[in-house]
């Protein structure tokens, strides 16, 4: 069964992550994923091809904001705050909490 590549904590890149989170779109999967997780890819989608949120989930994992575990035909994702967090201390949280009042983009059909 074919798993995904996740970097070590000591291989967290700090630009990686800053672009990571500087998609409005995988920052919204970022912000779903802080409130419930773990969370398939389907309904985090928001309408999107499957090849586009492909995409923005590998810039995700690359970066090491957040961890695929395939499980059957599944794909779940949670976030890797506390690795996140020992590698930056407080920057996840900062950056959540900044952008906690607004809409949520591509993830319309999340439940709230």
Do not use: W
Not at 7 to 19: K, M, R, S, W, Y
Not at 81 to 94: Q, T
């Amino acid at each position: 069964m074919k798993q995904y590549d996740h970097p070590p904590i000591e291989d967290f890149d700090l630009i990686a992550v800053l672009h990571a989170l500087a998609d409005p779109y995988r920052l919204s999967v970022v912000r779903k994923l802080a409130i419930a997780q773990p969370q398939p890819c389907a309904p985090l989608q928001g309408g999107r091809p499957k090849s586009s949120t492909s995409h923005h989930f590998m810039v995700l994992r690359k970066a090491g904001v957040v961890y695929t575990e395939i499980i059957g035909t599944t794909h779940m994702n949670r976030l890797r705050d506390a690795e996140l967090n020992s590698r930056f201390p407080g920057l996840l949280e900062a950056v959540l909490k900044a952008v906690e009042k607004e809409p949520l983009e591509g993830c319309e059909n999340v439940p709230r």
